[in-house]
C-alpha cells in the first residue's frame, strides 16, 4: 500500500474514533465532571499504552535523549489543546468552539508544514483546503461574530496547540517508539488534569470512589479508544501531509454528527449536516487522489 494512502486512512480511522467521543462524555458526565473524564481516561491510556509497550522493541534511549525537548514539549501540547478545547466550549457554543479549534489548527498546520516540512501545494489540496473552510463557516451559519469572546480565543489557541503536537507527531513517530510517545500524552494528560481538578469547584479525585462499575468500565474502554487514536495519528502524520492530514482529522465533526444521530437520536440541523458532508468531501479528495495515482 502507497505509505501516504496508509497515513490517510490511519487518519480517517482516528476521526470516526474522535467522532464515537462524544457518546462516551455523555454517558461518563452522568457521574463524573470534565476534568475528572479526562483524568480518568488518561490513567486507562497510560496504563494500556504502558502494558503494550512490554511486547514492543525496547525504547532507543540515546533517540529519546536526542529528542528530550520535542518529546517533552509534544507531551504537553496534546493535554493543553484539550483543556483549551474544554474551557472554550463552557465559554461560547459548540459550533464557534469547532469552528475556532479548527480554523486554529489548519492555520497553525499551514504555517508549520511550509516552515519545518516543506510541504508542497497543488489543486487537489487548494481545492481540500477551500471546502474545509467552507464546511466550517456552514456549521457555524448564521454568524453571531458579536459572540466571539474569550471562548473563540481559547478555540483559536487549543487548535494551535493541537497543531504543534500533530507536528511533533510526524517529527517523532519515526523516531520513538510510538506506545512510549502515547504513553507520555496519558502521564502528562493525568497531570494536568490532576491539576484542573484541584483548582475546580465542584471536581474531586474523591469522586471516583463513587463511580459505578459501568462508569469505571466505560473509563476503561475510553482510555484503550485513547491509546488506539493517538496510536493511529502518530501512523498518519509520519505518513501523510500536516496540513490536509488535519483536514482528514477534522472529519470526526461528520462523524460526532452521525453517531449522534445512530446513537444519541439526536436531530442535527440543516448546516450542520451540510458542514460535516463538505468536510468529509474536503478530506475524500486527496484521499481519492492517491487511490488513482497508486493504480497508475
Do not use: H
Request: with cysteine; aromatic share 14%; charged share 15%.
Amino acid at each position: 500500500m502507497n505509505t501516504k494512502l496508509k497515513g490517510a486512512l490511519a487518519l480517517l480511522l482516528a476521526a470516526i474514533i474522535f467522532g464515537s467521543f462524544g457518546i462516551w462524555i455523555r454517558i461518563l458526565n452522568n457521574e463524573i465532571g470534565t476534568y475528572e473524564q479526562i483524568f480518568l481516561r488518561n490513567t486507562f491510556a497510560a496504563l494500556f499504552a504502558l502494558i503494550f509497550l512490554k511486547f514492543r522493541p525496547k525504547v532507543d534511549l540515546g533517540e529519546v535523549k536526542k529528542n528530550r525537548w520535542n518529546i517533552l514539549l509534544y507531551a504537553v501540547s496534546v493535554p493543553l489543546a484539550v483543556i483549551a478545547y474544554v474551557i472554550s466550549v463552557l465559554n461560547t457554543t459548540i459550533a464557534m468552539t469547532i469552528f475556532s479549534f479548527y480554523i486554529g489548527s489548519i492555520t497553525g498546520a499551514i504555517i508549520i508544514s511550509s516552515i519545518f516540512f516543506k510541504e508542497k501545494w497543488d489543486k487537489g489540496k487548494i481545492i481540500s483546503l477551500c471546502l474545509a473552510i467552507a464546511g466550517l463557516l456552514t456549521i457555524i451559519y448564521p454568524f453571531e461574530f458579536d459572540k466571539l469572546g474569550s471562548g473563540f480565543l481559547w478555540g483559536i489557541a487549543g487548535g494551535l496547540l493541537d497543531s504543534i503536537s500533530n507536528a511533533f507527531r510526524k517529527d517523532l513517530g519515526g523516531k520513538i517508539e510510538k506506545f512510549f510517545l502515547v504513553a507520555l500524552t496519558g502521564i502528562s494528560g493525568i497531570v494536568i488534569a490532576g491539576l484542573m481538578i484541584v483548582f475546580t469547584p465542584g471536581q474531586s479525585i474523591s469522586s471516583f470512589i463513587d463511580l459505578s462499575l459501568g462508569g469505571w468500565l466505560l473509563g476503561a474502554l475510553f482510555g484503550f479508544l485513547l491509546v488506539s487514536v493517538n496510536y493511529l495519528v502518530l501512523i498518519g502524520f509520519r505518513n501523510f501531509d500536516l496540513t490536509i492530514g488535519t483536514v482528514i482529522i477534522a472529519t470526526e465533526i461528520f462523524f460526532t454528527v452521525l453517531f449522534g444521530v445512530v446513537f444519541l437520536a439526536e436531530q442535527p440541523k440543516l448546516n450542520e449536516l451540510i458542514g460535516g458532508l463538505l468536510i468529509f468531501l474536503a478530506a475524500v479528495i486527496p484521499s481519492l487522489m492517491l487511490k488513482l495515482k497508486a493504480k497508475n
